[in-house]
Every structure is written in structure tokens, then in C-alpha cells.
């Protein structure tokens, strides 16, 4: 049976069965179910916290965020019996997390396989919106996400940035449609690719073969859309959205886990700024060993979006991140953003990598804290304001403040300590999980 049905019908009968074994569980335990609202419109909301964590240098204690129209009406202190009854109440509330690295994709039926430089590509159009990841992620507390396309080409194409819940449509939920062009380094597009000896047998009969391959592609990409630019009878597909990186006016997103690939990723957006005159805004994801030459990263401007934490130190393209690596790059000006990579399991995921962050030493400095700076604060900003700033939404998300987009994490203890837990959300005005439904 499970053959005749598409993708996206299994997805749906997927859910549907792990839904109802969910709420068949939880009455057995005669225990309230929190579940996603399924009116999705947003609604007038008072949310009291003993603690309000803005993410942009202010902090509440015992504050009152009022909600209207999807929006973020006031953030004041409150008095809690002057609330009215109907008062989502927790003992923290943090702006929604963003997570600018998701991977949650459709597989290979998001990466354009006839091509390696296939910079017109939208994955947008290969996206599920009936995917359980999404309320995975919801209720993780993460309502912000970047996706892009797997990296199996060089330049796999456009990323969106989307919104975890509403409306069940991709478009109905896009924040900020083209928001990257997304590209590799290292050995994973090459991956599956082999020379032609004699006659081609497949079109994977074809460059790149090699990480030298892979550079090769990226380079010769951009000096082909330069030449576009005065000889269009020379553009190609996609060449538009490769000019557009040249010109700044498209932020380009590199994965790059190694040192060396790190480093092709910076000389090849210095090669472009300093032969083709381009000024090229960039992000590295996926940047575990940033931590071995930050010097690279100050010098170009580059910012980074790092993985999650392996126990063991070691993670793809046999790099190592150090625990301190968010700390590192911090000190040194970096603009840093942590990432989940959509992990579904409660130690991956992003809030969890801000509580590993911390560890490693990601917290103000003593004499920071005493002058009211909460301890949390470095690690908040790296999954809420920055990767708001990284992608260029941050006029909409990333903090608590009057007139931006109304996405709330409510927590049960200090956030983003391993021991808290997300108890609820709302998500532009629409409340996804409900705290009053786990008391």
C-alpha cells in the first residue's frame, strides 16, 4: 500500500497515526494534551513571566508582553494580580529562537540534480508544509528557521526563510523569500561524481571529482556572471542571482566544516572583492574548526553559523569544534549564530546548544554581570538576534520589543538551562502551545 501512495500522502498518514497514538497516550494518563492550536489566527494574548529576556539589553523582572494582531502591543513590568484571568503565565519568556541552518528538506528532491552550479533553484518549491518537523521545531521553541537545499551541488540555489507554523502553505509562511544563495565547500558536492573514461555513463559523468574541482566551479561561476554583466549574450541560468552576491544585494552561505575548506570560502570571497570588484556579504555554516584561524574570519567580515556539539569533538568532513569555540569567535568580533541542523532529539536541539555554548564559556564576564547583564544574554543573542541579523529579518524577529512579529517562548525555569523546559508558544499572535494545558 505504502508504494502507491506520493511522498507528502505518507507524510500525512505518518502524522495522523503518530498524533492519535500521542493523544490516545496522554488520556490514558489523564493528562491535558498541549497541541498546536488549530485556529491559526492570531488573537489578543497577555503573557506574564517573573523573568522577560528581550535579547536586546533589557531584561523584566516580573514584565507583561501584550500581544495584538500578531504583533507585540507592550513589554512593561507588571503586577501579576493586576492580569487579566486569561494570563499565559511562566516562569521565563524569551523572544522565538531562529535557527539559520534547519535542514529540513525534502532530500534529494530539493537539490537540482542535472547541474552542479544551479544558482536559480528555489527550494521553497520542494518543501512539505505537512512535515512533522515543523511542530517538532515549534515546540522546541525554535519559530524562525532558514532552509536550503542539501549540499550535493557546489551552488545548490535559494534558501527561505520561513516561519515554523501557520497556514499550511510554504508561501503563506515565507518570511523572507531568496534570502541566500547557498553553496559548499568540501568534499560532499563532489560526492557521487566520477570521471568519464571513454563514453559517459550517467550524467554524474562529470566535474567536480575533487575538493580542487569544487573551488574550480565556484570560481569559474562568478567570472562567468561578471561577464555576463557586459555580454548577455554570455548569461546562463541563475546568472541574475550570482551578479546580485557580487553586487551585496544577495547574502551567499557557504558550508564549510574544515580549515581548508574555510579558508577557499574566505580567499574565494576576497578573490572576488579584490579581481571582480564585487562586495559580497557572507556567512560560513557548518563552521566547526573557525575557531583554528578566527583571523581569517576578522579580516574578511565573515560571520558564522556553527554546528551542533558532538560529545566526542568530532564532527562532519573530520573536523573538530573545541567547546569553546562560540566564546572564541565572540571575543574576537565574530558574529555567531548556533544551530541544531533540525535535530529532533531534546539534546540537539538549539536551545541545547546554547546550554553547551555557555558551557564552554559563552557568558559575560563577571564584572558584565555585575553591571546587570544577564548571564544568559551571549547565548540568547546567538539563537534569536543574530541569526535575525545573518539573515536580514531582524526588523520582524529576534527580540522582544513593541511592533515586532509576536513569537514567545514561555519556559518553566531559566531558559536555556538543561533542566527547563519550553511549556509554551506563540507564534505571530497564534498560540502553538499552550503552558496552561502542563500544569
Known amino acids: 500500500m505504502s508504494a502507491m501512495l506520493s511522498h507528502s500522502n505518507r507524510v500525512r498518514l505518518a502524522t495522523a497515526i503518530a498524533f492519535a497514538a500521542f493523544v490516545v497516550a496522554a488520556r490514558a494518563q489523564e493528562k491535558p494534551v498541549a497541541v498546536a492550536a488549530r485556529d491559526d ?4 494574548w497577555v503573557v506574564y513571566g517573573e523573568h522577560i ?8 523582572d516580573k514584565g507583561m508582553v501584550a500581544v495584538n494582531n500578531g504583533k507585540i502591543a507592550a513589554v512593561s513590568v507588571s503586577r501579576d494580580e493586576a492580569l ?40 521553497a518549491d520542494t518543501l512539505d508544509p505537512f512535515s512533522i518537523e515543523w511542530d517538532r521545531q515549534v515546540r522546541s521553541g525554535v519559530t524562525t ?7 550535493y551541488d557546489v551552488i545548490g540555489g535559494l534558501g527561505v526563510v520561513l516561519k515554523t ?14 534570502a541566500v544563495l547557498r553553496g559548499a565547500m568540501g568534499s560532499q558536492p563532489s560526492e557521487g561524481n566520477h570521471p568519464a573514461f571513454g563514453r559517459p ?23 562567468d556572471a561578471a561577464a555576463s554583466e557586459h555580454d548577455p549574450a554570455r548569461a546562463f541560468p541563475g546568472s541574475d542571482r550570482l551578479l546580485a552576491v557580487l553586487k551585496g544585494d544577495l547574502t551567499l552561505s557557504i558550508q564549510a566544516w574544515a580549515t581548508q575548506d574555510i579558508r577557499t570560502a574566505v580567499f574565494l570571497k576576497e578573490e572576488i572583492e579584490r579581481e571582480l570588484g564585487g562586495h559580497p556579504r557572507m556567512f560560513i555554516d557548518a ?6 584561524e578566527p583571523q581569517l574570519l576578522v579580516r574578511s567580515k565573515t560571520a558564522v553559523v556553527l554546528p551542533p556539539f558532538s560529545m566526542s569533538g568530532r564532527t562532519n568532513e573530520g573536523a573538530f569544534m573545541a567547546w569553546n569555540v562560540a566564546e572564541l569567535l565572540r571575543e574576537q568580533g565574530v558574529l555567531i549564530a548556533l544551530s541544531s541542523h533540525g535535530a529532533a532529539g531534546i539534546e540537539s536541539r538549539l536551545a541545547m546548544q546554547a546550554a553547551y555554548a555557555m558551557r564552554g564559556g559563552l557568558v559575560p564576564s563577571a564584572k558584565e554581570i555585575q553591571d546587570g547583564v544577564p548571564e544568559i544574554e551571549y547565548a540568547l543573542e546567538a539563537v534569536t538576534i543574530n541569526p535575525a541579523r545573518l539573515l536580514g529579518v531582524e526588523s520582524r524577529v529576534g527580540t522582544l520589543e513593541v511592533g515586532k512579529d509576536a513569537d514567545l517562548v514561555l519556559w518553566n525555569g531559566p531558559p536555556l538551562e538543561p533542566a527547563s523546559r519550553v511549556i509554551g508558544v506563540v507564534l505571530d499572535g497564534v498560540l502553538k502551545v499552550d503552558p496552561r494545558a502542563q500544569q
Open 145 to 151: 528557521v532558514l532552509v536550503t537545499a542539501p549540499d
Open 201 to 223: 555513463t550517467d550524467f554524474y559523468s562529470r566535474r567536480p571529482t575533487t575538493r580542487m574541482g569544487v573551488e574550480w566551479e565556484w570560481r569559474k561561476a562568478f567570472y
Open 84 to 123: 487579566p484571568k486569561d494570563t499565559l503565565k511562566a516562569f521565563a519568556v524569551t523572544p522565538g529562537l531562529i535557527d539559520a541552518s534547519v535542514r529540513i528538506d525534502s532530500g534529494l528532491s530539493s537539490v537540482e540534480q542535472s547541474h552542479e552550479v544551479s544558482p536559480q533553484a528555489r527550494v
Open 53 to 60: 529576556y528581550s535579547a536586546a539589553g533589557r531584561v523584566l
Open 165 to 178: 507554523g501557520g497556514k499550511p502553505s510554504i508561501a503563506a509562511r515565507t518570511l523572507k523569500s531568496d
Open 41 to 44: 489566527e492570531p488573537h489578543p
Open 287 to 292: 563552521a566547526a574548526e573557525a575557531w583554528k
